[in-house]
């Protein structure tokens, strides 16, 4: 089993929607979440950070619920720009390796006009 | 933020020669960098961890003696892919860690995209 799975999508939706993606992890004694963006042919950055009361940055609000070791993340007033991957990211230490981070495939969203 | 870069942004090689790739933390240094892979459509994968002055902890299925990695630095670290063949032609991103930064957060670099011909 892979350790986080995404729904790859793709999730079309137009201006102004509402969307929700979805992510849940396999490893109980992960330690930070978070999700990135992907734009085509570039690097990951760093969206947010997700915490267990939930954060929101602007029109996007980030969702933990340990307890079913699950990620979510709500895009409000969709825009053009929110096009891309956006990939759900959790960070748990594995044996030396302090900070090592499992990405999941990504799930792709196009906002059309 | 921290930057991070790397070279070259995009490489065409034949099959049979090595390519060497670098990475670069510009403005802090870096005593941990992770070198990843990317297929079409994939996951970022974790192909070895580097830490400075000591040699790199590689992940389950890569094979060390193709992939040299050296972090000869705090601020650079080089991934060398050697006798390339066409199923090594990926994308390739390192990361690194700021160790006086956030917790956990890694820095990644534009990508280096390797063709092989």
């Known amino acids: 089993r892979k350790e986080v799975e995404q729904d790859p999508g793709p999730f079309n939706v137009p201006e102004g929607a509402t969307v929700a993606f979805n992510c849940t992890y396999s490893?109980?004694?992960?330690?930070?979440f978070f999700w990135y963006r992907q734009d085509c042919r570039k690097e990951p950055k760093l969206l947010m950070s997700?915490?267990?009361s939930g954060n929101e940055d602007g029109r996007f609000t980030a969702q933990l619920n340990r307890a079913s070791q699950y990620i979510s993340l709500l895009i409000r007033d969709s825009k053009l720009s929110d096009s891309a991957t956006y990939l759900c990211v959790v960070n748990m230490n594995r044996g030396s390796t302090l900070g090592r981070l499992y990405f999941g495939r990504g799930t792709q969203l196009t906002v059309w006009p | 933020g921290a930057v991070v870069s790397q070279h070259p942004s995009w490489v065409i090689c034949k099959s049979g020669t090595s390519v060497k790739i670098e990475c670069r933390s510009l403005d802090f240094q870096a005593t941990t960098m992770f070198w990843y892979r990317q297929f079409p459509k994939q996951s970022l994968m974790l192909m070895a961890t580097s830490n400075e002055g000591s040699k790199a902890t590689y992940e389950q299925g890569v094979e060390k003696d193709k992939f040299l990695i050296n972090h000869a630095s705090l601020t650079l670290s080089t991934l060398t892919v050697t006798s390339a063949h066409p199923e090594d032609s990926s994308f390739y991103i390192c990361?690194?860690?700021?160790?006086?930064?956030?917790?956990?957060?890694?820095?990644f670099g534009p990508g280096t995209r390797l063709t092989v011909t």
């Open positions: 490893n109980s004694a992960s330690q930070s």
């Open positions: 997700v915490y267990s």
């Open positions: 990361s690194a860690r700021d160790p006086s930064g956030v917790p956990y957060e890694q820095y």
